[in-house]
C-alpha cells in the first residue's frame, strides 16, 4: 500500500472496526482509535517533506467513464494533514476522559476517525471529483456527529441546519465542477490553471469558493456554525468547525484562487469585503453571547474574515499571513473549545452567567484558556499576533501598490480584534475570576487525559508565537513558494524586517519583569482589608446575590442606537441564509400544494392536456418536416 | 430447461391456488405466497449474467406464436421485482396480521407479480399489455385494501386515471398493429424500420408513439400524468406501498417506455420524431424531478413525502434514459447515450432498493407509534434502533450522500447531461439533489432525531421478520455504491447494452 494512501485507509479502518465493538466492551474503542490516530499522525510526519508523491487509480470505472482516485501530495496538503491528524489525535485522547457512560462511544469514535479520514482525503485529492466526494461525505458526517449531542432537540436542529447549509454549498461546488468538466474536459486539480476573467470562469470560481468559505464559516453562510454549537458535544465543536473545517476551507480557497484560478482585482475585493464583513460582523455577535460555547463559534466565524482577508489581498506577505491564521485559528480556537469542554464537564453548564471564580479550581484550563484567548486576540507575544500582523502588513502593502481603500479594511481588521480582546475579556472574569458561585463550591480540574491536548495545544500557542519564523519557514513558505507560487505576484520576504517576534518577546519579558517590580513594590504599601458592609449588614460570605456575572458586559453595545436594530434583527435571523432560503421555499411549495385540489377530473385533466401536448409537439414537427420536404 | 415461463407461472399459478386452498386452509397465502416469491427471487437472482434466450410458447416460432424473452434488461427487471417482492412479502406476514382476508391479499399480490414478470418477459405487444392491466388491477384492488374511505378513495383515482393511461395504451397496440400488421415487437420493429424507413413519416405511427408515451408516462408517475401517486401510494399497506413505488412504477412505465421506444420505435440518428419523443421524455422527467422534490419538502405525512420522492426520482432514472435516446437521435456517440443510460438504469435499480426500504420503514413506524403524522414524532433512533439506522441509510443513500448508491446514479446521470450540453437540465438535477437532501434531513430531524416526544414514547421495535427485510435493503443502499464493479458488469451492463442494440433484440426473438 501507499504511503499517501495511510492517513486515508487506517483511520476509515479502525472507525469500522469502532462501530463493530459492543457497547458494553470499554477501553477497547479507545485503544483501536487512540492506536489509528497516532499511526495516521506518525505517518504524516514521514510524509512530510517528502512531497510530491502521486497517487493514480482508476477508482470507480463507469463504462468508458472512469473516475480516477488520484492523490497529490504536495508541499501545501502535507503540511494540512500534518495538523488534520495531530488535531484528530489530540481530541482523540481529550474524548477518552470527556465523554461520559451516557453517551454512545461506539458511534462517537467512529465518526472522530471517519472525519479524519474524509479530511486527509479531501485535502490529499488532486481530483475535482474526489475532493467534492470527500467534502460532502464530510457534511453527512457532521450532520451525525452534531446529532450526538445531549441536549437532543438543540443538537438535532443545529445537525439539520449544517446539513443542509454545507449540502447546498457541495450543490454549488457540484454545479461548478461540472461547469470546469464541460469546458475543459478534465478534472485534475494540477492539470487546471484557469483565468477568471469572463463570465462563464468567474461563475465557476464563485460557485467552488461558497464551498470553500461555507465550509470555514465565512459571512454570509456562517449560521451552521452557532446552530451547531448550541447542541454538538464540546470536542466535536473543537474538532470540526473550530479546526479541522477551517483548514479545509482556508485550503480549498487558497487553492482556489492562487493555484487552480488566477484571479483579478474585482475578485480579489469580493474576498477581501467578505473577510471584513465577517470580521466584524461575527465579533458584534460574540459580544453579545451568554453561553460560552455559541460565543466561542461567533469567535470561529470572525476569525475566518482575517484568513479570508489575507488570502483576498494577493499579496505574498497576506498570503501567508491568511494561511498562517488558518493553522494558529485551529490551534487556539481548538484549544478554547476544549477549555469550554473541560469547565462544561466539571460544572454541567457552559452558561456564562452561572460560572464564576473557577481559576483557582481548574488551573490549568485557565492557564490554556487564558493562553489562547490573548492568542486569539492578537496580543503579542502569541502565535494570532504574528499572523494578524502579516494580514496588516499585506494590507499596508497593497495599499503601497495604489489601492487606496486598503486603510477601510485595515481598520476594519484592527478594530475586529480590540473588539475579540473585549470579548474573551468578558469570558476570562465570568468563567474563572470573581466570585465563584456556591453551586461550583466542589468543582475540581479535569484528568489528564483532558488536559494534556489543552496544554499541548496552548504551549503550540506560545511556539508559534515566539519563535514564528520556525512554523513560517517550515510550513508556510514551502507553500506560498512551492505549492502555490506559481500565480502568487512579486517576491516574498517574510516580515522579519517588519516584526521579530523573537527580539519582541524578549523586550516584553522585560516589560512584564520591570511591571513586577512596581506592583511588588507597590505592594509593600500598607493595606487595610474588611469585610463588606451593605446596609446595616454584613453579608456571609460566598452569597450568590454578590455574584457579578459578566454576562451582560456589553449590553450597552446592544443598545446603542444604530447598532440595536441591526442586533434586534440578527437576533431575529433576518439575515440567516438559511431562514430567508426556507421562506422563500415554502412560498412556492404551498403554491404547488394548493394546485394539487384533490379533486379527480382535475387531475385527469392534467393527463389529457399532457397528452394533447405530446401530440401537438409531435405532430407539428411532422407537419413542418413535411412542408420543408416539398 | 428454460425458465423464462416459470416467471410468470409461478405466481400466476400461486395466485390461483391460494384462494382455493384457503377455503380450508387459513395459511394458504402466506406459506404458498413465500414459497413462490422465494423461488422467483432465487431464480431471478441465479439468472444474473445468464445469456439472453427467447422462449416460443407451445413450440410455435414467432412472429405467429407468442415469444418470451429475457435479455439483459429483462433481467435487471426480473431481480429487481422479485427480489424486492419476496422482500416485501416477508415483511407482510407480520405487517399483514392486523388486516382480515389475507388469502385475497396474497392471491392479489401474487397477481401483481405475475403481471409484472409477463410485462417484463413478454415479446409482444398485446401479452405487455395484458400483463400491465393484470398487474395494473391487481394494485388497484390492492391500494383500497384497506377499506376505508381514503383508501376507497385514493383507489378510486388510480382505477379512473390507470384505466384511462390502459386504454391510451391498448389503442396504441392497435394503431401499431393497425400499420405493421404484427404484435411481435420485434417483427413490428423490424417492419417499422424497413418499411417506413423509420416511424417520422407515417403519422398513425407517430399518433401511436404519443399514446405509448402517455400511457406508460402515466404508470411511472410522470408529471403531469402523477397526480394519482401521492394518494395511492401512501394509502397501500405498507409492504404494498413499497412494491408500487419500488417496482411497479418502473416495470409498468419506465421499463415498457424503454422496450417500446428503443427497440420498437428506435431511436435513429438524424431522425427528426425521434429527436422530438427523445425532448419530451427530457421535459417530463425534469418536471418530474422539479414537482416531486419540490412538493415532496412541503409534506408533514410520512409516507405522502415518500410518495412525492418517487415522483422526483422516477424523474431522474427517466432523464437517464431520455438522454440516452437523445444523444442517440441526435447521431452523438454512442458511448455518450450508453453512460446516460446506465445511469438511469442504475438509478432504477437504487431507487428499487431505497425507497421500498423507506416504505417498509414507514410502516413499520405507522404500525409503532400509531401515526403517519411526522409533527407527532421524534426520537425515534431511541425506541427503534434498527429501524431507524436503516432509514438513515436510505436517506443518505436517495439524497445523493458519497459513498452511498444514490449519489453514483446521479453523478452518471448528471455528467452524462453536462456532456450531451444539456447544462440548464444538469444543474436543475443538481439543485433538486439538494431539494432531495432538504427534505430527507427534514424527515431525519422530525422523526429520527431529537428527544423522544408524541407517539413515540410507547414504541417498540417491530419484530424480526419486519425487520429483517429493512436490513437487507440497507445493504443493498451500501453495497450497490461500494461494489460497482460487481454490479455494473453483470447487471447493468447487459442492460445497457440489450437498450442500445435494437438489432440485436430483432435478431434474438426472429433468430
Known amino acids: 500500500m501507499s504511503q499517501i494512501l495511510i492517513p486515508i485507509v487506517i483511520p476509515a479502518i479502525a472507525g469500522g472496526l469502532c462501530l463493530l465493538v459492543p457497547r458494553r466492551v470499554k477501553y477497547v474503542r479507545e485503544v483501536i482509535s487512540l492506536a489509528a490516530l497516532a499511526w495516521a499522525f506518525v505517518a504524516t510526519l514521514r510524509l512530510f517533506g517528502a512531497w510530491p508523491i502521486s497517487y493514480l487509480k482508476d477508482w470507480v470505472v463507469f463504462g468508458d467513464f472512469a473516475i480516477q482516485f488520484d492523490l497529490l501530495l504536495n508541499q501545501f496538503s502535507s503540511f494540512i494533514i500534518v495538523f488534520v491528524t495531530l488535531f484528530g489525535l489530540a481530541i482523540g485522547l481529550y474524548s477518552t476522559s470527556w465523554l461520559s457512560q451516557k453517551h454512545d462511544g461506539r458511534r462517537y469514535y467512529a465518526l472522530l476517525l471517519w472525519t479524519v479520514a474524509a479530511s486527509c482525503g479531501a485535502v490529499l485529492a488532486n481530483n475535482l471529483l474526489v475532493l467534492l466526494i470527500f467534502w460532502e461525505a464530510l457534511t453527512a458526517i457532521l450532520f451525525f456527529y452534531v446529532s450526538l449531542g445531549r441536549k437532543k432537540d438543540e443538537a438535532a436542529d443545529g445537525a439539520a441546519k449544517s446539513f443542509v447549509m454545507l449540502g447546498l454549498s457541495d450543490a454549488a461546488m457540484f454545479i461548478a465542477i461540472a461547469l470546469i468538466w464541460m469546458k475543459y474536459r478534465t478534472l485534475t486539480m494540477s492539470e487546471l490553471s484557469i483565468f477568471a476573467g469572463s463570465g462563464l470562469t468567474v461563475t465557476m470560481y464563485l460557485l467552488m469558493m461558497v464551498g470553500a468559505i461555507t465550509k470555514a464559516g465565512a459571512m454570509p453562510f456562517h449560521t451552521w456554525i452557532p446552530a451547531a454549537a448550541k447542541g454538538a458535544p464540546t470536542p466535536v465543536m473543537a474538532l470540526l468547525p473550530a479546526s479541522i473545517d477551517k483548514l479545509l476551507g482556508i485550503y480549498l480557497l487558497a487553492r482556489l484562487s492562487l493555484d487552480i484560478f488566477s484571479i483579478g482585482p474585482g475578485l480579489s475585493l469580493v474576498l477581501m469585503i467578505i473577510g471584513a464583513v465577517t470580521i466584524l460582523g461575527a465579533v458584534l455577535m460574540a459580544l453579545i453571547q451568554h453561553d460560552l460555547k455559541v460565543l466561542l463559534s461567533y469567535h470561529a466565524i470572525s476569525q475566518v474574515g482575517y484568513m479570508v482577508l489575507g488570502v483576498g489581498t494577493g499579496i505574498p506577505i497576506g498570503i501567508a499571513g491568511g494561511i498562517f491564521h488558518m493553522l494558529n485559528h485551529a490551534i487556539y480556537k481548538a484549544c478554547l473549545f476544549l477549555c469550554a469542554g473541560s469547565v462544561e464537564k466539571q460544572t454541567g453548564t457552559t452558561e456564562i452567567s452561572k460560572l464564576g471564580g473557577l481559576a483557582r479550581a481548574m488551573p490549568i484550563t485557565f492557564a490554556a484558556c487564558a493562553i489562547a484567548a490573548f492568542a486569539i486576540s492578537g496580543i503579542p507575544p502569541f502565535n494570532g499576533y504574528v499572523s494578524k500582523w502579516m494580514v496588516y502588513t499585506g494590507l499596508v502593502e497593497l495599499g503601497a501598490r495604489g489601492f487606496s481603500a486598503y486603510w477601510i479594511f485595515l481598520i476594519a481588521a484592527l478594530f475586529g480584534s480590540a473588539l475579540t480582546l473585549a470579548s474573551f475579556v468578558k469570558v476570562l472574569y465570568s468563567g474563572f475570576l470573581g466570585q465563584r458561585p456556591s453551586a461550583l463550591a466542589r468543582v475540581k480540574e479535569s484528568s489528564w487525559a483532558m488536559t494534556i491536548p489543552m496544554i499541548v495545544l496552548a504551549a503550540l500557542c506560545i511556539i508559534f508565537g515566539v519563535w514564528a519564523k520556525f512554523p513560517i519557514d517550515r510550513f508556510i513558505n514551502p507553500v506560498v513558494h512551492g505549492a502555490i507560487g506559481t500565480s502568487v505576484r512579486g517576491s516574498i520576504d517574510l516580515g522579519i524586517g517588519y516584526w521579530d517576534p523573537t527580539v519582541a518577546t524578549g523586550l516584553i519579558i522585560v516589560g512584564i519583569i520591570f511591571g513586577l517590580v512596581v506592583f511588588t513594590v507597590g505592594r509593600t504599601v500598607k493595606r487595610r482589608t474588611g469585610r463588606i458592609f451593605i446596609g446595616g449588614t454584613v453579608p456571609p460570605d460566598n452569597m450568590d446575590s454578590m455574584h457579578v456575572t459578566g454576562a451582560g458586559f456589553y449590553n450597552t453595545i446592544r443598545e446603542t442606537k444604530g447598532l440595536s436594530g441591526l442586533f434586534a434583527n440578527a437576533e431575529q435571523r433576518v439575515f440567516d441564509v438559511y431562514e430567508i432560503g426556507g421562506r422563500m421555499g415554502n412560498v412556492v411549495v404551498q403554491g404547488l400544494r394548493a394546485l394539487h385540489d384533490g379533486v379527480l377530473s382535475t387531475y385527469l385533466a392534467w393527463s389529457v392536456i399532457g397528452l394533447g401536448a405530446i401530440v401537438f409537439v409531435l405532430l407539428s414537427a411532422l407537419v413542418r418536416e413535411l412542408a420543408s420536404r416539398q | ?511
Not at chain 2, 159 to 182: D, E, K, P, Q
Not at chain 2, 221 to 226: D, E, I, Q, S
Not at chain 2, 405 to 434: E, H
Request: proline share 5%; glycine share 10%.
Open chain 2, 1 to 511: 430447461m428454460n425458465a423464462v415461463p416459470l416467471f410468470v407461472a409461478i405466481p400466476l399459478g400461486a395466485a390461483f391456488l391460494i384462494p382455493l386452498f384457503g377455503l380450508w386452509w387459513k395459511k394458504s397465502g402466506e406459506v404458498l405466497a413465500t414459497l413462490s416469491t422465494l423461488v422467483l427471487a432465487v431464480m431471478a437472482i441465479s439468472s444474473i449474467g445468464a445469456p439472453a434466450v427467447t422462449h416460443h410458447m407451445g413450440g410455435w416460432a414467432p412472429p405467429v406464436g407468442i415469444a418470451l424473452v429475457s435479455d439483459g434488461l429483462a433481467i435487471l427487471l426480473l431481480i429487481a421485482v422479485n427480489v424486492i417482492g419476496f422482500l416485501c412479502l416477508v415483511y407482510s406476514l407480520k405487517y399483514m396480521q392486523v388486516y382480515s382476508g389475507l388469502p385475497k391479499y396474497y392471491s392479489l399480490f401474487m397477481l401483481m407479480v405475475a403481471g409484472m414478470n409477463g410485462v417484463v418477459v413478454s415479446g409482444d405487444l398485446f401479452n405487455l399489455y395484458v400483463f400491465l392491466e393484470i398487474a395494473s388491477i391487481a394494485s388497484y384492488a390492492l391500494v383500497a385494501f384497506g377499506v376505508e374511505a381514503d383508501e376507497l378513495e385514493a383507489g378510486f383515482k388510480y382505477l379512473v386515471l390507470g384505466s384511462v393511461a390502459s386504454v391510451m395504451i391498448l389503442f396504441a397496440v392497435g394503431t401499431v398493429y393497425a400499420v405493421t400488421g404484427t404484435l411481435n415487437m420485434a417483427d413490428a420493429a423490424r417492419e417499422i424500420s424497413t418499411r417506413f424507413g423509420g416511424p417520422e413519416m407515417n403519422p398513425a405511427l407517430l399518433l401511436a408513439a404519443a399514446l405509448f408515451l402517455m400511457g406508460f408516462s402515466l404508470k411511472a408517475a410522470l408529471v403531469p400524468f402523477h397526480a394519482w401517486l401521492p394518494d395511492a401510494h401512501p394509502s397501500a399497506p405498507a409492504p404494498i406501498s413499497a412494491m408500487l413505488s419500488g417496482v411497479v412504477i418502473k416495470s409498468l412505465g419506465v421499463y415498457a417506455i424503454c422496450r417500446v421506444f428503443f427497440h420498437v420505435f428506435g431511436f435513429m440518428p438524424g431522425v427528426t420524431s425521434s429527436v422530438i419523443l427523445a425532448n419530451i421524455m427530457i421535459w417530463f422527467s425534469v418536471l418530474s424531478i422539479v414537482f416531486g422534490g419540490l412538493l415532496a419538502v412541503g409534506q408533514w405525512d410520512l409516507k405522502r413525502l415518500l410518495a412525492y420522492s418517487s415522483v422526483g426520482q422516477i424523474g431522474y432514472v427517466m432523464l437517464g434514459i431520455g438522454v440516452g435516446a437523445r444523444v442517440l437521435a441526435t447521431g452523438g456517440p454512442r458511448s455518450l447515450a450508453g453512460l446516460a443510460i446506465l445511469g438511469g438504469l442504475f438509478h432504477l435499480l437504487n431507487h428499487a432498493a431505497f425507497k421500498s426500504l423507506l416504505f417498509l420503514a414507514s410502516g413499520a413506524i405507522q404500525q409503532a407509534t400509531g401515526t403517519r403524522d411526522m409533527k407527532q414524532m421524534g426520537g425515534l433512533k431511541e425506541r427503534m434502533p434498527i429501524t431507524a439506522m436503516t432509514t438513515n441509510i436510505a436517506a443518505l443513500s436517495i439524497a445523493g450522500v458519497p459513498p452511498f448508491a444514490g449519489f453514483w446514479s446521479k453523478l452518471i446521470i448528471i455528467f452524462a447531461a453536462v456532456k450531451a450540453g444539456l447544462l440548464v437540465v444538469s444543474f436543475i438535477a443538481i439543485a433538486m439533489a439538494f431539494v432531495t437532501l432538504v427534505y430527507y434531513v427534514k424527515l431525519q430531524r422530525e422523526v429520527l432525531f431529537g428527544t423522544v416526544r408524541g407517539a413515540v414514547e410507547n414504541a417498540r421495535e417491530v419484530p424480526a421478520l419486519m425487520y429483517v427485510p429493512l436490513i437487507i435493503l440497507a445493504i443493498f443502499c451500501v453495497g450497490f455504491g461500494l461494489l460497482y464493479p460487481v454490479l455494473g458488469y453483470r447487471i447493468l451492463e447487459p442492460a445497457r447494452d440489450a437498450l442500445l442494440n435494437g438489432a440485436e433484440y430483432i435478431k434474438l426473438v426472429l433468430g
